[in-house]
């Protein structure tokens, strides 16, 4: 058992939807419980206790459209790339990176996304894997990587 607490609870209940000091006690993949932080500590003594340290405790979010490939590319300008429009930028930008991606390359873009989406409270990503210049066993990649 883990008690989440000491946070700002957010529940999208509209019975109980905000705790100022708020937990949740989960039991391996299941929410148990949510309430106020002293009664849930008062029903699970034995519970592992994460200290929220007034952060928002809250579930997590959904990102429905990311491409994973593109994870180290941020930032990234391609000398001479001048791209007037929407194609140009396919073809000069994004289907060249593309053509010049490794599976290491696959599997290192897929930690940085994963990293990142983590950090900012993603839990759930569906990625547009076109696989345009097809890279056998990518997807096992980022399923192991996930």
Known sequence: MLLIGNGRLITRDPALPYLADGAVAVEGEVIKEVGPLADLKARYPAAEFVDARGGVIMPG?????THIYSGLARGLAI???DP???LEVLEGMWWNIDRHLTLDGTRASAYATV?????DGV????????SFCEIPG??????DVC
């Open 61 to 65: 979010l959904i990102n429905a459209h």
């Open 79 to 81: 000398e001479g790339n």
């Open 84 to 86: 007037t429009n929407f």
């Open 115 to 119: 990293l990142d989406c983590i950090r």
């Open 123 to 130: 839990t759930t990503i569906f990625d547009h894997h076109a």
């Open 138 to 143: 990518s997807l096992f990649a980022i399923k």
